[in-house]
């Protein structure tokens, strides 16, 4: 496990880091402006908004009911459920499945869930490889990398530093790769087809299950997570609780919704869908890990649930202007940005250091809840999660000073002391504050206090007229 | 039709010339503007970092309602009594009511909707460039209206802002404790602001331009930053 820094200090490196800065602000502003055409096309994007939010939100109110209907739809269609309450449950379940099927290495379909959960690290522990396939997660697991966007893993690499990683760290790689796209794409494509035909056990997440028939729903751009979900003899599917779905006819406005909102494509390339098994095409065994990590609780909040209405589409991460500077990979998480900034805190409690600056990593600029496409209303929940990180042990000089600051606020006559206090002492005004405010002073002059108040103004002369 | 000011704290006690500049204007287009005195601070400040703001509810009820609008130069001040307190006073009928009962209104907003005047007399010969801070631009949703405000104005030459709608790196204390990003989104925003030739920065809340304005002034470049108010004002 490698040890994250607070938000503001692991920021604080990568905003120096000017390579970093250039990929990040050109991947960013291209989809951006992809999604902005893509969604300009529709006749009603606040309806189908609405509407999405309106489905998640019923989804996630009868969580426990479509839940049980899923688990029965899955059963009947030949396929296994297992439920795991926590990371370690789900990669306990993983483990004896691989070892039932006699396997030492499995292949992967992009998965947030299985980031979430750390699967990769469980399986190494227990003796397994697990190899990834999508082209982003492959160049993420090959450079010994974590990802750092939730749609584009390794949006913080360019293409020189790819064909870099995959000269040292793949072993079949043609001695001449060049940095061009298609050769690139081309050494990766051989690389991993002879992973997808050696693979007996294939592991995938879902954007989304659907309770009334207990179909799980992958959607991608490069088909290879259609090899991993039909060619492999046992599929195992890891799915966040909160991914389902009453029916069927509600994929179809979230269809719409995230392909625009993630890529800025009318549709993705690749729509996968299984329900359970059928004979003589795909996997014979499918199994499906539902997993709660946390998610009953974030459900528990009635501020703080409308982040599990979330689609994992990105969106709010390429309009927001903290993630274009910090990285994704200053968020300490598998969930970078925005949502990240409100889920992870959430999933994992405000314990640590890094989970009490998350909050706290946005100006509140509220550009990503205008992008979310299910409507979730990141600042307030951000400034929801600061109110509980305030409530804790905290910092207590903040405390102090937030403390003395309402009482000066809550009564004119204090605020008219204080005001009178900073005109007498404004010749002492130092030009560098100190401690935590001295990061203010190293980029920016101070404002010079007047020499007079409005207040005193008006009392003085404007009451006049 | 009586108009209240809440100046906002750090108006009163930082930007007093934008309070004034209130006042000359709407003196100036016939209105009267009453400054209640016992009026303090609005309690973003302590809301947005998670503090309690509800006890700053209370006091500004009694401040302004009763008042046919209250104009409040500062969109992120405006849009945490109108946005924010409605949340806050959630619990509480009696309190609710008598928040939704309030009339406030940005500068901007009270000028061109209430009071029906886009050409306010001004006249100001140079050439600015207008920032829509967060909160006028998906706070408040003032939309056009400040720039309908500049353009009437003689004399004034308004260009473009680059990548306008992009938060400068302010937000309140997000300043102090994340710097570094902060002052990376700062460095972008003045860069647009240059790019654009500019005399003046002009945006409708004065933290925003502190922020700004203080890293203009930092770096030398000679570009002041002046609140909308103040424009609209100029004669």
Known sequence: MRTYLGFPQAAAVSTMDSQLRANLRNATHTIRDKRAAAIGELPDWPGLRAHAKAVKDHTLRNLESYLEQFEAAVVAAGGQVHWARDAAEANRIVIDLVREAEASEVVKVKSMATQEIGLNEALEAAGIAAHETDLAELIVQLGGDTPSHILVPAIHRNRAEIREIFRDRMPDAPADLTDEPAVLAAAARTHLRERFLAAKVAVSGANFAVAETGTLVVVESEGNGRMCLTLPEILISIVGIEKLVPTFADLDVFLQLLPRSSTGERMNPYTSMWTGVTPGDGPTSVHVVLVDNGRTRVLADDVGRQALRCIRCSACLNVCPVYERAGGHAYGSVYPGPIGAILT????????????????????????????????????????????????????????????????????????????????????????????????????????????????????????? | MRIALFVTCVNDTLFPGTGKAVVRLLRRLGHTVDFPLQQTCCGQMHHNTGYKALPMVGPFLDTFEGYDAVVVPSASCAAMVREVYPRLAAGDPALAARVAALRVHELSELLVDVLGVTDVGAYFPHTVTYHPTCHSLRGLRVGSRPTDLLRAVRGLTLVDLPAADECCGFGGTFAVKNPAVSAAMCADKIGHVLNTGAEVLCAADNSCLMHLGGSLTRQRTGVRVLHLAEILAAT
């Open chain 1, 345 to 465: 805190p959430q999933l994992r409690g405000v314990g640590s250091a890094l989970d009490t600056s998350l909050p706290y990593a946005s100006t509140l600029c509220g550009a990503c809840y205008d992008v979310c496409p299910v409507a979730i209303d990141i600042p307030e929940v951000l400034v929801h999660l600061r109110a509980r990180v305030a409530s804790g042990p905290g910092h207590l000089g903040e405390k102090a000073a937030m403390g003395v600051a309402g009482w000066v606020l809550r009564s004119p006559r204090r605020l008219g002391w204080a005001q009178r206090w900073a005109v007498r002492t404004r010749r002492f005004a130092p030009k560098r504050l100190p401690g935590a405010f001295g990061g203010w002073t190293d980029t920016r002059d101070l404002p010079r206090v007047p020499e007079q108040s409005f207040r005193d103004w008006w009392r003085s002369e404007g009451e006049k007229g």
